[in-house]
């Protein structure tokens, strides 16, 4: 039994020490996936009994819309509890140590719980994502028929429906075979970017979405350049149409993250239930949704949320899209 | 409304969000890039373009992190509008003193501003072009008035001989300041970010909150 209680304080000893360790940014953000993914560990235990709670609250009956507001900030305020409990445990090894702790914790409080964000995330993410799915549900089903629609067009007739400027239209990317004609083309323009946005759901980290769509406007920007020949920063008027382009091209190239992903069996029944035979991005609101909710803050108003905000003013337009107004589906 | 002010309210270093407005060839793009790059090109498909600049001043030792958001001026792109005001700190509304519909434009987009953001937002309308004073179509009278009438400021610029351009940026920066200042005074000495954490605070016991809320789910 002594020796039990010695290994474990041994233990702690040791965690300690390893804390004075990984002070310098580059080291901490290893230190902290490490220690939270451990189950010895302060941290690790931490994160597991709230991700064990939040689960029981949010899966099954708390499966509903209405809780979003309330999960969301929940995990907010959990990155920032596991961040002040990490600065309580580095006090504590630093006076341990006989070594005052360094002064500019405090103001460093708001960019710590940012750096833990995405590292607990992927714990909470099948009942957050299933909640921002639920409340963007309707929206993203009028963003799927407008998909829909957007696909049938070649690629040609949809520049000229999104009235992309003709100097911006990569002609030369549409190669022929012997019997194929140019105006039917399909999924050949801007393919690089594409490509790239189609990536958005392949991860569930905020920061990484956020690069995913600063590479996309890379692309396109790129591409942009080549038709034109000289470097050309794309305005409003240009990126808009663009950017509408790519979104109806891209696809869901797999469903991620995958089903096995979302635990409970019930789950897997919703999200069978919505999103099928939809092209595009599937759930491309709530996915903008939780990107802003979850983002680093200090994105405010800068280039990433001015992208976010340009790939959901797409989102927006697209829904308004009516090619071919069907009979009232909508009867209530 | 607005958050994006006052992000570092204590080191005295403030970030404000500005959306620019303005139909197609009024010239908003190269008013905002002879400011940010100090770059200006005459004809008219240019490779001379942005839709999202920066710019740091240093106004009396307050620093100033300006974003500057291009708009789409498309007719059909107007419902979008709103989704790119939010949270904007100055609107820049620019028309061409040469084009009378381009100044009829502008006044749409104050009274959408107005309505969406009210008072918060500091507005600013420029007559660009005086280099074209001969072609005026605009009068001076009229837009000042009309100005002054809707609480907004007037400035005359021509991006192409780089006249009124820094006046303009200078003075909006001026108002965003004075504006946040009153805004967090207003709000006492909490930073916005406590507002948020204390928002966060009712959600520690996750059990009385679910019953709490249970009222809420029925409603939908």
Same mark, same amino acid.
């Given at each position: 039994?002594?020796?039990?209680?010695?290994?474990?304080?041994?233990?702690?000893?040791?965690?300690?020490?390893?804390?004075?360790?990984?002070?310098?940014?580059?080291?901490?953000?290893?230190?902290?996936?490490?220690?939270?993914?451990?189950?010895?560990?302060?941290?690790?235990?931490?994160?597991?009994?709230?991700?064990?709670?939040?689960?029981?609250?949010?899966?099954?009956?708390?499966?509903?819309?209405?809780?979003?507001?309330?999960?969301?900030?929940?995990?907010?305020?959990?990155?920032?509890?596991?961040?002040?409990?990490?600065?309580?445990?580095?006090?504590?090894?630093?006076?341990?140590?006989?070594?005052?702790?360094?002064?500019?914790?405090?103001?460093?409080?708001?960019?710590?719980?940012?750096?833990?964000?995405?590292?607990?995330?992927?714990?909470?993410?099948?009942?957050?994502?299933?909640?921002?799915?639920?409340?963007?549900?309707?929206?993203?089903?009028?963003?799927?028929?407008?998909?829909?629609?957007?696909?049938?067009?070649?690629?040609?007739?949809?520049?000229?429906?999104?009235?992309?400027?003709?100097?911006?239209?990569?002609?030369? +990317?549409?190669?022929?075979?012997?019997?194929?004609?140019?105006?039917?083309?399909?999924?050949?323009?801007?393919?690089?970017?594409?490509?790239?946005?189609?990536?958005?759901?392949?991860?569930?980290?905020?920061?990484?979405?956020?690069?995913?769509?600063?590479?996309?406007?890379?692309?396109?920007?790129?591409?942009?350049?080549?038709?034109?020949?000289?470097?050309?920063?794309?305005?409003? +008027?240009?990126?808009?149409?663009?950017?509408?382009?790519?979104?109806?091209?891209?696809?869901?190239?797999?469903?991620?993250?995958?089903?096995?992903?979302?635990?409970?069996?019930?789950?897997?029944?919703?999200?069978?239930?919505?999103?099928?035979?939809?092209?595009?991005?599937?759930?491309?609101?709530?996915?903008?949704?939780?990107?802003?909710?979850?983002?680093?803050?200090?994105?405010?108003?800068?280039?990433?949320?001015?992208?976010?905000?340009?790939?959901?003013?797409?989102?927006?337009?697209?829904?308004?899209?009516?090619?071919?107004?069907?009979?009232?589906?909508?009867?209530? | 409304?607005?958050?994006?002010?006052? %992000? %570092? %309210?204590?080191?005295?270093?403030?970030?404000?969000?500005?959306?620019?407005?303005?139909?197609?060839?009024?010239?908003?793009?190269?008013?905002?890039?002879?400011?940010?790059?100090?770059?200006?090109?005459?004809?008219?498909?240019?490779?001379?373009?942005?839709?999202?600049?920066?710019?740091?001043?240093?106004?009396?030792?307050?620093?100033?992190?300006?974003?500057?958001?291009?708009?789409?001026?498309? *007719?059909?792109?107007?419902?979008?509008?709103?989704?790119?005001?939010?949270?904007?700190?100055?609107?820049?509304?620019?028309?061409?003193?040469?084009?009378?519909?381009?100044?009829?434009?502008?006044?749409?987009?104050?009274?959408?501003?107005?309505?969406?953001?009210?008072?918060?937002?500091?507005?600013?309308?420029?007559?660009?072009?005086?280099?074209?004073?001969? *072609?005026?179509?605009?009068?001076?009278?009229?837009?000042?008035?009309?100005?002054?009438?809707?609480?907004?400021?007037?400035?005359?610029?021509?991006?192409?001989?780089?006249?009124?351009?820094?006046?303009?940026?200078?003075?909006?920066?001026?108002?965003?300041?004075?504006?946040?200042?009153?805004?967090?005074?207003?709000?006492?000495?909490?930073?916005?970010?406590?507002?948020?954490?204390?928002?966060?605070?009712?959600?520690?016991?996750?059990?009385?909150?679910?019953?709490?809320?249970?009222?809420?789910?029925?409603?939908?």
């Amino acid at each position: 039994f002594s020796r039990g209680a010695e290994e474990i304080s041994w233990k702690i000893e040791e965690i300690l020490e390893e804390l004075v360790q990984h002070q310098e940014p580059e080291s901490l953000q290893s230190y902290l996936e490490k220690a939270l993914e451990s189950s010895l560990h302060p941290l690790g235990k931490l994160l597991r009994a709230l991700t064990v709670a939040f689960q029981a609250t949010y899966s099954g009956i708390g499966a509903n819309r209405h809780l979003l507001p309330m999960a969301q900030e929940e995990v907010k305020f959990y990155s920032k509890k596991i961040w002040e409990f990490y600065q309580g445990l580095l006090r504590l090894a630093l006076e341990r140590k006989g070594r005052a702790p360094s002064v500019d914790a405090d103001p460093s409080l708001g960019k710590g719980s940012s750096l833990v964000l995405p590292l607990i995330l992927p714990g909470f993410y099948p009942e957050l994502s299933m909640l921002y799915m639920l409340q963007h549900q309707r929206e993203d089903e009028l963003y799927c028929q407008g998909i829909v629609e957007l696909s049938l067009f070649p690629d040609i007739q949809l520049l000229e429906f999104l009235d992309v400027q003709k100097h911006l239209w990569p002609l030369k +990317d549409l190669t022929l075979t012997s019997n194929q004609r140019r105006s039917l083309i399909k999924d050949k323009c801007f393919l690089s970017a594409t490509e790239c946005l189609q990536k958005l759901i392949t991860t569930v980290d905020p920061r990484e979405k956020l690069e995913i769509l600063r590479k996309t406007y890379e692309e396109l920007e790129r591409t942009a350049s080549r038709l034109l020949g000289a470097d050309y920063r794309l305005p409003m +008027d240009d990126l808009l149409p663009l950017l509408m382009f790519v979104v109806s091209r891209a696809k869901s190239v797999e469903f991620f993250p995958p089903l096995e992903y979302f635990r409970v069996e019930e789950f897997q029944g919703k999200l069978l239930g919505f999103g099928v035979g939809c092209v595009g991005i599937q759930h491309l609101g709530a996915e903008i949704h939780l990107i802003r909710d979850l983002m680093d803050p200090t994105n405010q108003g800068g280039m990433l949320d001015f992208l976010l905000t340009a790939l959901e003013s797409c989102y927006e337009h697209i829904q308004r899209i009516r090619l071919h107004p069907k009979e009232n589906s909508h009867s209530s | 409304m607005a958050t994006g002010a006052g %992000a %570092a %309210a204590g080191g005295r270093s403030f970030s404000f969000k500005v959306v620019l407005l303005g139909e197609g060839c009024v010239g908003k793009t190269s008013l905002v890039l002879r400011y940010c790059e100090n770059k200006f090109n005459d004809k008219h498909i240019t490779t001379l373009q942005a839709s999202f600049l920066t710019k740091k001043l240093n106004i009396g030792g307050k620093r100033v992190n300006l974003a500057i958001w291009d708009t789409a001026g498309q *007719e059909r792109f107007h419902a979008l509008g709103p989704i790119y005001y939010r949270d904007s700190n100055g609107a820049i509304l620019v028309y061409d003193i040469t084009d009378e519909d381009s100044f009829q434009k502008v006044k749409n987009w104050v009274k959408e501003l107005r309505k969406m953001l009210g008072n918060e937002i500091c507005l600013c309308i420029v007559g660009n072009k005086i280099d074209l004073e001969k *072609e005026r179509h605009v009068s001076v009278q009229e837009a000042e008035m009309y100005a002054e009438s809707v609480g907004a400021k007037h400035y005359h610029t021509s991006a192409k001989q780089n006249k009124g351009i820094e006046e303009l940026f200078l003075d909006l920066c001026k108002r965003m300041i004075e504006t946040a200042q009153v805004d967090e005074r207003a709000r006492g000495n909490g930073s916005s970010q406590s507002g948020i954490a204390r928002r966060g605070v009712q959600i520690i016991d996750d059990e009385p909150q679910v019953q709490s809320s249970g009222g809420c789910c029925s409603s939908g």
